[in-house]
């Protein structure tokens, strides 16, 4: 009866419906019986969980001011969901090949014009629909020197792969040293073929514990004095404007619902760090404004007593505090349901669409050429002295 009352066309569509829904089951079993690396815990009490998909911070674990352990950052309970969410938060994913925004997915280079896919209305968003935070990664732990562990990532980015010229060597290091209270990520990268590179860590943070509500009673420092002013599709002008008496400026603590109110999703801007203004595109090298991680920001949480530092070698940080997430997006580690504003990311990176702005420092990397990328996450008390991570 069925066949007759769909016909030929009905049968057809149906029975595509249905290799697709098969096609989905088997890529979920590939994703979720994948590896889930353990760093930790060390003497401090610091621990994080990493996935091959996407070279994925999973968990990220430190003691509060009570010495209990708290799970400090958002993500999925499976791992295929972070491959295969559509709309997906970027939760703890590696994105690239070029992080952030590049307007309408166009670029030109070495006198040819490249058209990217696009997934932010005409933009392309975090490196294209399938970008790096949906391919999977050699993933290994290894020991270090100090008597810590670390795991380290690859993946090689074919030639083409959403629209990028060259065949692109990646790998990301994740360091959890034996006496620190730090997370250190390293990002490498080599190519055959000039092409524009800009990998950042989208890990969502909140020092309360990641299933505990906004994070708008967070107070947060960041280093820096000028922003990149962006247009309303978030794509930068090319202006770079100082922080004073905007609701930028966080060079002295602020909560970050202090002065949410007056922008529409909240923040999603890129702060030009550590003084670095006009004058950044004559300062930065292969993705490094500095030779050590120096100090972008400083976050403290008031119940829990947590603080974290980011450092890093990148010129930018894009602040960004959960807007468009949404406690309808399921599947969050135990159950949780993540609402708006219920998380915020440092995305330290290249400024945004700098590959179609001469202004702002170039991200293009040249064969011989080694893209390099630190940055630290580095945990503490509120009630503590600042601790030492590095120059800043």
Known sequence: MLPQLLGAAGLAALS?????????????????????????PNKLGVSAVISPVGASILELTVPDAQGKPVDVVLGFERASAYALTE?????????????NRIAKGRFSLGGKDYQLAVNNGPNALHGGPDGFHRRVFQAERRATGDGGEAVVCTYTSKDGEEGYPGTLTVTVTYELPAE?????????????QATPVNIAQHTYFNLAGHDSGTVLDHSVMV????????????????EVAPVEGTP?????PHSIGERIGELENGYDHNFALFGLDRNAR????CGRATDTPRLAAEVTEPTRGIRLRVLTTAPGMQFYTGGFLSSEL?????????????????????????INQPNFPSVVLQPGEEYNHELIYHFGLASDEPAAAGPV
């Open 223 to 238: 280093n820096a004095s000028s922003y990149t002013l962006v247009d309303p599709d978030l794509i930068p002008t090319g």
């Open 87 to 99: 709309g997906t938060p970027y939760f703890g994913a590696v994105v690239g090949r070029c992080a």
């Open 282 to 285: 004559h300062v930065v090298r």
């Open 248 to 252: 930028f400026d966080f060079r002295q």
């Open 16 to 40: 595509a419906a249905a290799l697709l829904v098969a096609r989905r089951l088997r890529l979920r079993r590939y994703y979720d019986q994948l590896p889930r690396l353990r760093l930790g």
């Open 180 to 192: 620190l209270p730090e997370l250190r990520t390293t990002i490498t990268a080599t190519t055959d």
């Open 330 to 354: 399921p599947g969050g580690k135990g159950g949780a349901r993540y609402g708006r504003f219920g998380g915020f990311a440092m995305e330290t990176q290249a400024f945004p669409d700098s």
